[in-house]
């Protein structure tokens, strides 16, 4: 049986990783899907990998004439919206004295206040009922170093899943949060290690996870499917949690207290490390470097 069939459903930044995982579970599960993105290479590559089903729109999740665009485009498309899956995210790692103004506002801005004007936005279009799930990240549950400012994000964006639960109730509307840990996904291999190198450095983010693996992206969809659907219809304003344990099965030492896992001609500092990486990041923790957005 299809869980989502006759469903609409939106994936902002829904172009690799989490997002295009979660895209491809959605049609499956019989729903008609949109998503977006910023780069026209990835639109063009989520296009060829989803087919003529999946509708691709350019969208900065950071910005709220954009958010407006795309709420106008999915009304002049359905007539009504089901799903919102904010899945589009900014995972800048840096130490606290790099930060700056422009910065601040521009993680604050994709992370935080671009999903509050898009969810304001498509209010006459959500369907009755309706699931809007929000990608937080284990991060806004501990503390990890140079995360201060993604953290801060993403604990922002699950207090929402609880105040507009408490808000849209009425309307039959669902908040939740739905947080990754560590996540495998193919973007490790573009910076530029040699492959002994590649995996190097994921075992060192793998020995952070209790179980002792990364997340993949078809975990994060799984379960983004699961809240989408009528299954979790009992469950409102509530975080997810989708991280091997991490958050609540111990914490771990800085990586700074363990050896260097890597050898060769390229070596990495922690702090370089740690802003390519992100290791505790959402949609999150895709491997990517500093100031830069999934789309």
């Excluded at 937080?136 to 801060?152: D, T």
Aim: one cysteine or more.
């Amino acid at each position: 049986m299809e869980r989502l069939q006759g469903k609409t459903a939106v994936i902002t930044g829904g172009t690799s990783g989490i997002g295009l995982e979660t895209a491809r579970r959605f049609l499956a599960e019989g729903a008609r899907v949109a998503v977006t993105g910023r780069s026209p290479a990835g639109l063009e590559a989520a296009h060829r990998d989803l087919g003529e089903r999946v509708a691709v729109i350019r969208s900065d999740a950071g910005s709220l004439a954009d958010q407006e665009a795309l709420a106008a485009t999915l009304r002049s498309m359905w007539d009504r919206l089901d799903i919102l899956f904010v899945n589009a995210g900014d995972v800048t790692h840096r130490p606290l004295e790099t930060w700056d103004e422009a910065s601040f506002d521009t993680l604050m801005a994709t992370n935080l206040k671009g999903p509050f004007f898009l969810i304001r936005a498509l209010l006459p279009l959500f369907a009755d009922p309706a699931s809007i799930i929000l990608c937080g990240s284990v991060s806004a549950r501990i503390g990890f170093p140079q995360s201060s400012v993604y953290a801060a994000s993403k604990a922002g964006l699950l207090s929402l899943a609880r105040t507009l639960s408490a808000e849209l109730k009425d309307r039959n509307i669902r908040v939740n949060g739905l947080s990754p840990g560590p996540t495998e996904t193919p973007a490790v291999d573009r910076l530029g290690l040699s492959q002994e190198q590649a995996e190097a450095l994921r075992e060192e983010i793998r020995r952070l996870v209790p179980i002792g693996r990364l997340g993949l992206p078809s975990d994060l969809a799984q379960a983004a499917v699961f809240l989408a659907s009528d299954e979790s219809r009992f469950i409102v304003g509530t975080d997810l949690l989708v991280d091997g344990g991490v958050a609540n099965l111990c914490r771990h030492a800085p990586l700074s207290h363990r050896k260097p896992a890597l050898s060769g001609r390229v070596r990495l500092s922690r702090s370089d490390r740690l802003r390519r990486v992100g290791p505790l990041s959402s949609a999150g923790s895709e491997w990517r470097r500093p100031e830069r957005r999934q789309d």
